[in-house]
């Protein structure tokens, strides 16, 4: 049975992984926070369920225990492209592979241990200054956190719906039995799609298709790569074809009076960074920090320095979406020195600055002219 308190210092609207990284952040700050979502947990969605070292990290630093997931570290990136194939390790640590649902329930556990007031089941049905309509009840609060997605309605309330850019992809998901066969995360490029791979568990991977092509399903993508298609052979799905979109959004603004938005609802960057878990982590911090001085706008500030590095990463990655011979050209210049593709990964997890990336840049560009 939910307990509606008359009042609370932050009200989350929205129960996934950013929701509960917020209101997670927010309670360790020593505010009272209350969390409502229409949907009871586990919330599950298509997502290529893999973490980078970086996300971990965050994580982490909210006191969210990853590491203790039934999970699969990975060790670095892989890329696929035909008969080339080009990987690095990242620089320290590993990323980790796990279904969404154990991530969602570890957070669940976190959430209510910190003493988050958690209102499952619960239909928020309107804003204004300083309440919220939830079920039929007004709760009182200081800030409202709009963390329910891309489709964000909190953010059509607050009058945050402006974009600077705003683009779409189309993702599925599937998992299947079958053991990992190596310790990297794979992305295979085809002609406007790729297919990732990602180790989830020991006897497990899960398989996601993006593509500009609505249609375009997982068993019609695949037999277009041969070795993926034969390594998967007849091996069991475990789990029903899921669909999502994949958004790349810059919004004018995260912020609005009294209402904050996180995770998706804030923004996001294509799905082929893999970056989406560790930057819904890190809005939670910077949102408390601003919670805790009281001066919301300090949050728009660090959000927007936030997306710098990832929306780089994902236009120069949709690059090689856009065709086969400038692709085939780029990865086998990574190829032929592969401390160039690890440089980049290290940049990609925060772990080399962007004037250093530039130089990485200026010698890519001179060995793919060279190639």
């Known amino acids: 049975m939910n307990r509606y308190p008359s009042s609370t210092d932050l009200f989350v609207i929205g129960g996934g992984p950013a929701g509960l990284a917020a209101a997670i952040a927010a309670r360790r700050r020593g505010l009272d926070v209350t969390l409502a979502d229409c949907s009871v947990p586990p919330i599950d969605k298509a997502c290529g369920e893999g973490i980078m070292p970086d996300g971990l990290a965050a994580a982490r630093a909210l006191g969210i225990p990853l590491e203790d997931a039934a999970g699969y570290p990975f060790r670095g990136i892989r890329f696929v492209n035909g008969d080339v194939c080009v990987q690095g390790d990242f620089p320290h640590g590993h990323g ?12 669940v556990e976190r959430a209510a241990a910190d003493g988050v007031q958690l209102l499952w089941g619960a239909r928020v049905s309107g804003i204004r200054d300083g309440a919220v309509a939830v079920d039929g009840r007004t709760i009182h609060t200081g800030v409202i956190a709009g963390a329910d ?11 945050l719906d402006e974009f600077h850019r705003d683009s779409r992809r189309f993702a599925f998901r599937r998992h299947y039995d079958i053991a990992p066969w190596s310790d990297f995360m794979e992305l295979h490029w085809g002609d406007g799609h790729q297919i990732y791979v990602t180790p989830v568990t020991a006897s497990e991977v899960c398989v996601v298709l993006i593509s500009r ?5 997982l068993e019609d993508a695949l037999p277009r790569f041969p070795e993926l298609h034969s390594r998967l052979g007849e091996s069991a799905v475990s789990s029903r074809e899921r669909g999502g979109i994949s958004v790349s959004r810059r919004l004018r603004s995260v912020v609005s009076g009294h209402v904050a938005l996180v995770g998706d609802a804030s923004g996001s960057v294509d799905a082929i960074t893999g970056e989406g878990l560790c930057l819904l982590f890190q809005h939670a911090v910077l949102l408390a920090d601003a919670l805790e001085s009281g001066d919301l706008v300090r949050y728009q500030a660090a959000h927007r320095r936030l997306s710098r590095r990832p929306e780089l990463m994902a236009d120069l990655m949709l690059v090689l979406d ?10 086998r210049a990574l190829a032929s020195k592969p401390q160039l593709f690890t440089r980049m990964l290290a940049m990609h997890v ?3 600055s962007i004037p250093d990336f530039a130089a990485n840049g200026l010698a890519f560009g001179w060995r793919f002219l060279t190639v």
Not at 322 to 331: D, T, V
Request: hydrophobic share 35%; aromatic share 2%.
């Open 213 to 217: 092509d609505q249609h375009l399903r």
């Open 96 to 107: 980790l592979g796990v279904r969404r649902t154990a991530l969602h329930e570890i957070m």
């Open 350 to 352: 925060g772990e080399l």
């Open 322 to 331: 856009r065709g086969r011979r400038l692709r085939g050209r780029a990865l």
């Open 149 to 159: 997605g891309g489709n964000s309605i909190v953010r059509r309330w607050a009058g």
